[in-house]
Antibody, heavy 121, light 110 residues
Framework: QVQLVQSGAEVKKPGASVKVSCKAS????????ITWVRQATGQGLEWMGW????????HYVEKFQGRVTMTRNTSTNTASMEMSSLRSEDTALYFC??????????????WGQGTLVTVSS | QTVVTQEPSFSVSPGGTVTLTCGLS?????????PSWYQQTPGQAPRTLVY???TRSSGVPDRFSGSILGNKAALTITGAQADDESDYYC??????????FGGGTKLTVL
């Protein structure tokens, strides 16, 4: 079955960087885009961007451009999201999810379990 | 900038029926927006309920159904149960590989 397993919780100081990974299994990794979504405590889901694992092409939501980099390793079927210049407002739960975009429509069909990133001095 | 609107909160009695909606600031929602719906309890990963307007994901009870109602996408829960108390998010595809989350609806069952 399709599984996305994310790396563990992180605590970072303001100004630092964090890298969260998302290991995929149960399907052909390069066939589906991976997106990253975050959620601050008590807030809604916020799209950050997505990546095509086959080509490495990325699209970042304007708010995160210049601070977020999404990459992949096709040897280990792992997608990663790195955010730099962290600030307290980046404290959130970060999710990866698989995008299905075909004749079935456009939707997120599988989710990672989430990675809590805490930014605190 | 496209904004997807949802009711901030809703309540339903156990056994009752509730319809949550998902609208577009720029016009009407159609099947071309491929509406999808997600259920989330705090601190947990979202669960995909419905996609492509009205297709239920595997394992989702048939008391959840999706549709287009007027100019909005809709998620109807028939025979609400206590464990349906969650946050519900819709996603609309707006073209060029871009989709947008709604702000979410907090559903209370009481």
């Amino acid at each position: 079955q399709v599984q996305l397993v994310q790396s563990g919780a992180e605590v970072k100081k303001p100004g630092a960087s964090v890298k969260v990974s998302c290991k995929a299994s149960g399907y052909t990794f390069t066939r589906y885009d991976i997106t990253w979504v975050r959620q601050a405590t008590g807030q809604g889901l916020e799209w950050m961007g997505w990546m095509n694992p086959k080509t490495g092409n990325t699209h970042y939501v304007e708010k995160f451009q210049g601070r977020v980099t999404m990459t992949r390793n096709t040897s280990t079927n792992t997608a990663s999201m790195e955010m730099s210049s962290l600030r307290s407002e980046d404290t959130a739960l970060y999710f990866c999810a698989r995008i299905v975009y075909d004749s079935s429509g456009y939707f997120l069909d599988s989710w990672g379990q989430g990675t809590l990133v805490t930014v605190s001095s | 900038q496209t904004v997807v609107t949802q009711e901030p909160s809703f309540s339903v009695s156990p056994g009752g029926t509730v319809t949550l909606t998902c609208g577009l600031s720029s016009g009407s929602v159609s099947t071309d927006n491929y509406p999808s719906w997600y259920q989330q309890t705090p601190g947990q990963a979202p669960r995909t309920l419905v996609y492509n307007t009205n297709t239920r994901s595997s394992g989702v009870p048939d008391r959840f159904s999706g549709s287009i109602l007027g100019n909005k996408a809709a998620l109807t829960i028939t025979g609400a149960q206590a464990d349906d108390e969650s946050d519900y998010y819709c996603v609309l595809y707006v073209g060029s590989g871009i989709a947008v989350f709604g702000g979410g609806t907090k559903l209370t069952v009481l």
